[in-house]
């Protein structure tokens, strides 16, 4: 298993699959995950993930508001990286050096100010190092 030091960023998707009913296999592999990394290693979202998380579950799934409240709720007992200006700042390096969309450079400088070693998402090239934080895809992680 991993050391407790070890922080893993959870991306929007990796959030919005614990809540979805569409992918049921997908559900899984992020319900397994989010157990098993919960007592072992820090996980750390963003209120950017939680704005995302919001829309998604209350525009394209039509969930109830207040369902939602109460998953943000939850959420909010994991460490949570507040965006501000400086954490932008370094996104737009981030976009710059490494050609990606300027909300995943996002989701980096915000796991790079966290200390996280890991993002868990399916947006990035799995197996991508950026900033010394490694991008895996939670569908083809495994835990040792």
């Given at each position: 298993?991993?050391s407790?030091?070890?922080?893993?960023?959870?991306?929007?998707n990796?959030?919005?699959y614990l809540?979805?009913?569409?992918?049921?296999?997908?559900?899984?592999?992020?319900?397994y995950?989010?157990?098993k990394?919960?007592?072992?290693a820090?996980?750390?979202?963003?209120t950017?993930?939680?704005?995302?998380?919001?829309?998604?579950?209350?525009s394209k799934?039509?969930?109830?508001?207040?369902?939602v409240k109460?998953g943000?709720?939850?959420?909010?007992?994991?460490?949570?990286?507040?965006?501000?200006?400086?954490?932008i700042?370094?996104?737009?390096?981030?976009?710059?050096?490494?050609?990606?969309?300027?909300?995943?450079?996002?989701?980096?400088?915000?796991?790079k100010?966290?200390?996280c070693?890991?993002?868990?998402?399916?947006?990035?090239?799995d197996?991508?190092?950026?900033?010394?934080?490694?991008?895996q895809?939670?569908?083809?992680?495994?835990?040792?």
């Open positions: 298993m991993k407790m030091t070890e922080k893993y960023f959870l991306d929007t990796f959030i919005v809540f979805s009913e569409d992918e049921k296999e997908k559900k899984k592999k992020c319900h995950l989010f157990e990394l919960k007592d072992e820090r996980l750390v979202i963003s950017q993930v939680l704005k995302e998380f919001t829309a998604i579950l209350i799934f039509n969930l109830d508001p207040i369902f109460r943000i709720d939850n959420l909010s007992k994991l460490e949570v990286v507040h965006i501000n200006t400086v954490l700042k370094n996104a737009i390096d981030i976009h710059i050096l490494n050609l990606l969309s300027f909300w995943d450079s996002l989701i980096v400088s915000a796991a100010s966290a200390n070693s890991i993002i868990l998402t399916e947006n990035m090239n197996g991508q190092v950026i900033d010394g934080i490694k991008i895809s939670p569908f083809t992680f495994t835990l040792q």
